[in-house]
């Protein structure tokens, strides 16, 4: 690497820090003022070292700032640094996951990782997995060994009309990958849920009958472990029950909130866990990892091999296929996404990643205490949840969350359930305190103390 360079990347992760420290949101720009604000044009010429980095700083300094403690838009947050230091190293050293080869011990890194968090799961020895880019391509793997195992798609393609189950609360993912692996939109079941937002299983129940006796070949059902917007967790036990009575696939998406797995105290929302066909979380959003770091586990190691093995002479040249990971993912070149998680886990331990799940619920508990403890906010969601869902003096949450991102005080989003539109508060950063729970309200209160016309206060 270009010592230049090196120095340059040590200035702008100080730039960084303080920009997170001094402007914690950053101005917006709007999309009409992009090519205005921002030298992005790729010219044909070089530029100058110090052209090039001034425009490189304005291009940082204009970018959301994820990592600060005003971030509570999305389920990512935070900055592990052990982790960082080792998504860095992974950049530098440049290794690609598919062949031993290539990867030599970080393949042992990746089946480390993966054959820890199955035996916490309760999986049996034949469990196996794979790192993916992120939740949407776990949920991905799940569908296509479900509707593997159950029909001879992988060779014939779908001959008949498969059916699938998700609650309506769950990741926009399943509809897309439906319609991806040729199953189709139209033969997503979206399960109503109860009044906490999980799915209701008779309702799955009574569906996964009207389909057998319409010769539809139900075979997969996804249940969600921490929803997007609430933060639920559906009954694995009784999901369990249902996909072993009528022979389908049990996915469990914990890409939220799954890392709950690392907890002893809560844990306990992944009751039935072991009973699943697979498994998956996000390390990049409850354990704080840098982005992308979604850990895929399934029990059934051959159907694993059977759905994502192709024979390539030209890659796979050595070693047994289990050591060659691009026989059990899908994608063939594939960043080494294993290390950032590896380098916090190794270092904090499993007791390390337990507190900063703790600490998250913990921070929940303080928000909601706060909402409860004054009369002009009103609480939507429930306890046992890192979503905080609420409306402040009957704001519209869209528009009060838009104010708030465009006067750079707070980033944070809005959702719906059951008709009520709010905000939601995710305390998925681990870096945060009481003092910047407390803060957070205490921004909204000034804020719209000082804005009340904008807002048009005295109509709501």
């Given at each position: 690497m270009?010592?230049?360079?090196?120095?340059?990347f040590?200035?702008?992760?100080?730039?960084?820090?303080?920009?997170?420290?001094?402007?914690?949101?950053a101005?917006?720009?709007?999309?009409?003022?992009?090519s205005?604000?921002?030298?992005?044009?790729?010219?044909?010429?070089?530029?100058?070292?110090?052209?090039?980095?001034?425009?490189f700083?304005t291009?940082?300094?204009?970018?959301?700032k994820?990592s600060?403690?005003?971030?509570?838009?999305?389920?990512?947050?935070?900055?592990?640094?052990?982790?960082?230091?080792?998504?860095?190293?992974?950049?530098?050293?440049?290794?690609?996951?598919y062949?031993?080869?290539?990867?030599?011990?970080?393949?042992?890194?990746e089946?480390e990782?993966?054959?820890k968090?199955?035996?916490?799961?309760?999986?049996?020895?034949?469990?196996?997995?794979?790192?993916?880019?992120?939740g949407?391509?776990?949920?991905?793997?799940?569908m296509?060994?479900?509707?593997d195992a159950k029909?001879?798609?992988?060779q014939?393609g779908?001959q008949?009309?498969?059916?699938?189950?998700?609650?309506?609360a769950?990741?926009?993912?399943?509809?897309?990958?439906?319609?991806?692996?040729?199953?189709?939109?139209?033969?997503?079941?979206?399960?109503?849920t109860?009044?906490?937002?999980?799915?209701?299983?008779?309702?799955?129940?009574?569906?996964?009958q009207?389909?057998?006796?319409?010769?539809?070949?139900?075979?997969?059902?996804?249940?969600?472990?921490?929803?997007?917007?609430?933060?639920?967790?559906d009954?694995?036990?009784?999901?369990a029950?249902?996909?072993?009575?009528?022979?389908?696939?049990?996915h469990?998406?914990g890409?939220?909130?799954?890392?709950?797995i690392?907890?002893?105290?809560?844990?306990?929302?992944?009751?039935?866990?072991?009973?699943?066909?697979?498994?998956?979380?996000?390390?990049?959003?409850?354990?704080?990892?840098?982005?992308?770091c979604?850990?895929?586990?399934t029990?059934?190691k051959?159907?694993?091999?059977e759905?994502?093995?192709?024979?390539?002479?030209?890659?796979f040249?050595?070693?047994?296929?289990?050591?060659?990971?691009?026989?059990?993912?899908?994608?063939?070149?594939?960043?080494n996404?294993?290390?950032?998680l590896?380098?916090?886990?190794?270092?904090?331990?499993?007791?390390?990643l337990?507190?900063?799940?703790d600490?998250?619920?913990?921070?929940?508990d303080?928000?909601r205490?706060?909402?409860?403890d004054?009369?002009?906010y009103?609480?939507?969601?429930?306890?046992?949840s890192?979503s905080?869902?609420?409306?402040?003096?009957?704001?519209?949450a869209?528009?009060l969350?838009?104010e708030?991102?465009?006067?750079?005080?707070?980033?944070v989003?809005h959702g719906?359930?059951?008709?009520?539109?709010f905000?939601?508060?995710?305390?998925?950063n681990s870096?945060n305190?009481?003092?910047?729970?407390?803060?957070?309200f205490?921004?909204?209160?000034?804020?719209?103390?000082k804005?009340?016309?904008?807002?048009n206060?005295?109509?709501?």
């Amino acid at each position: 690497m270009d010592q230049n360079d090196l120095e340059q990347f040590q200035e702008i992760v100080q730039l960084i820090l303080r920009e997170e420290e001094n402007n914690p949101v950053a101005k917006p720009v709007s999309v009409e003022e992009l090519s205005e604000a921002l030298d992005l044009n790729l010219q044909d010429d070089p530029i100058s070292d110090e052209a090039f980095y001034d425009s490189f700083k304005t291009l940082i300094e204009k970018t959301p700032k994820t990592s600060s403690r005003s971030f509570f838009n999305q389920l990512i947050g935070g900055r592990r640094s052990r982790a960082l230091l080792g998504d860095l190293v992974a950049s530098v050293l440049n290794n690609s996951m598919y062949t031993y080869k290539v990867a030599g011990p970080m393949v042992g890194v990746e089946r480390e990782i993966v054959n820890k968090l199955a035996q916490m799961l309760g999986y049996s020895n034949e469990a196996s997995g794979t790192i993916a880019s992120g939740g949407s391509m776990s949920n991905f793997m799940a569908m296509v060994l479900a509707r593997d195992a159950k029909s001879e798609a992988v060779q014939l393609g779908v001959q008949q009309q498969m059916i699938l189950y998700t609650s309506e609360a769950s990741h926009y993912s399943i509809a897309k990958n439906a319609s991806l692996m040729g199953i189709g939109r139209k033969q997503v079941r979206f399960i109503p849920t109860n009044e906490l937002g999980e799915m209701d299983m008779n309702q799955l129940e009574l569906e996964i009958q009207k389909d057998r006796a319409a010769n539809n070949l139900p075979f997969f059902v996804n249940v969600t472990s921490g929803t997007t917007v609430l933060g639920a967790f559906d009954n694995i036990h009784e999901a369990a029950a249902i996909c072993k009575k009528y022979g389908l696939w049990l996915h469990v998406d914990g890409a939220y909130c799954g890392s709950v797995i690392f907890s002893e105290k809560y844990k306990q929302f992944l009751n039935g866990v072991a009973l699943s066909d697979s498994f998956s979380l996000s390390a990049h959003k409850m354990l704080g990892t840098p982005l992308t770091c979604s850990i895929f586990v399934t029990q059934h190691k051959q159907q694993l091999f059977e759905s994502f093995s192709s024979d390539a002479s030209y890659l796979f040249q050595s070693e047994k296929d289990e050591y060659n990971p691009g026989k059990s993912s899908f994608q063939c070149g594939r960043r080494n996404d294993a290390l950032k998680l590896w380098t916090l886990w190794k270092s904090i331990g499993t007791k390390g990643l337990e507190k900063l799940v703790d600490h998250q619920f913990e921070l929940a508990d303080v928000a909601r205490k706060y909402i409860r403890d004054h009369k002009d906010y009103t609480l939507y969601s429930f306890d046992d949840s890192i979503s905080i869902c609420f409306n402040y003096k009957n704001i519209p949450a869209k528009l009060l969350s838009k104010e708030l991102y465009m006067h750079s005080k707070l980033m944070v989003s809005h959702g719906s359930f059951e008709g009520n539109q709010f905000i939601r508060l995710v305390t998925i950063n681990s870096d945060n305190t009481e003092k910047e729970i407390i803060d957070f309200f205490e921004t909204i209160e000034h804020f719209v103390a000082k804005n009340s016309s904008t807002l048009n206060l005295n109509n709501h």
